[in-house]
């Protein structure tokens, strides 16, 4: 026997109305465009499909964080269907609860090697006494102290981030701060070693690079020292490495 399989196309499926129950931190459209659920201007709209659920889920929970709602819980969006004449659309719901938000108490920094140096003055204003904790901003300060570190010679410093005290306002988690910063020794250059095919031209290599006995090792001596080597047209790459 012959078996015939009828099958019609249906219309597309798109979002539609996108709600939430919960008071959210920022307008409404800011945290649909930061969700990527706005549909641009020329687009039909946005296509539904389930496997971007979780997606959105994590989109608004970022938005939360970075609103210093730390202990926030976002539920998985619930969805039910509208059916029109060519096509159909998926209503979003999310629904979460902030809980409390975090913000900044009192920071400090112990034992930074130089406090008057103006990259760390500059620095300790990212983040200031009422600001929202933000824990996403709280690690790229970390990293931003350990680059001025690095720049300064300290390779191999060590930071560690401590909650010290948490006072309870209402809602409000006011939250201090401790940077206990571990520099160790500044690293500065012994000597300059050579390796490649144009090693008959070791002394000039040297003394192109800038590099010395002496020099403080950092990336920002390292990075001139190769970007002066390729200048002169010497290697086609060079890579510069502690030993």
């Known amino acids: 026997k012959n078996i015939e399989f009828n099958v019609t196309k249906g219309g597309?499926?798109?979002?539609?109305?996108?709600?939430?129950i919960g008071d959210l931190p920022i307008p409404k459209n800011e945290a649909l465009e930061k969700m990527d659920l706005?549909?641009?201007?020329f687009s039909h709209g946005i296509y539904f499909n389930r496997d971007n659920l979780n997606k959105y889920k994590i989109a608004l929970k970022n938005i939360l964080l970075n609103a210093g709602y730390n202990d926030a819980e976002v539920f998985d969006p619930d969805y039910?269907?509208?059916?029109?004449?060519s096509e159909s659309y998926?209503?979003?719901i999310f629904?979460?609860?902030?809980?409390?938000?975090?913000?900044?108490?009192?920071?400090?920094?112990?034992?930074?090697?130089m406090e008057d140096n103006k990259q760390f003055i500059k620095l300790?204003?990212?983040?200031?006494?009422?600001?929202?904790?933000?824990?996403?901003k709280l690690e790229d300060l970390k990293n931003r102290l350990k680059n001025i570190l690095l720049d300064l010679g300290y390779t191999y410093n060590v930071i560690e981030l401590n909650t010290v005290k948490k006072e309870e306002r209402g809602t409000q988690m006011i939250t201090n701060l401790r940077f206990t910063i571990y520099p160790g020794r500044v690293i500065?250059?012994?000597?300059?070693?050579?390796?490649?095919?144009?090693?008959?031209?070791?002394?000039?290599?040297?003394?192109?690079?800038?590099?010395?006995y002496g020099t403080v090792f950092n990336t920002t001596n390292t990075e001139l020292a190769r970007t002066n080597i390729l200048r002169h047209d010497l290697f086609s790459s060079v890579h510069v490495d502690l030993l």
């Open 12 to 20: 597309q499926t798109y979002i539609g109305d996108v709600s939430f």
């Open 38 to 41: 706005l549909p641009d201007f």
């Open 80 to 85: 039910y269907f509208e059916t029109g004449d």
């Open 90 to 92: 998926a209503n979003l």
């Open 95 to 113: 629904r979460f609860e902030k809980n409390n938000s975090y913000l900044v108490g009192n920071i400090d920094y112990v034992g930074f090697p």
């Open 124 to 136: 300790k204003q990212y983040l200031q006494t009422g600001d929202v904790l933000n824990l996403s």
């Open 188 to 212: 500065k250059i012994r000597q300059v070693f050579v390796e490649g095919e144009s090693l008959n031209k070791e002394r000039s290599i040297i003394r192109v690079s800038g590099l010395e």
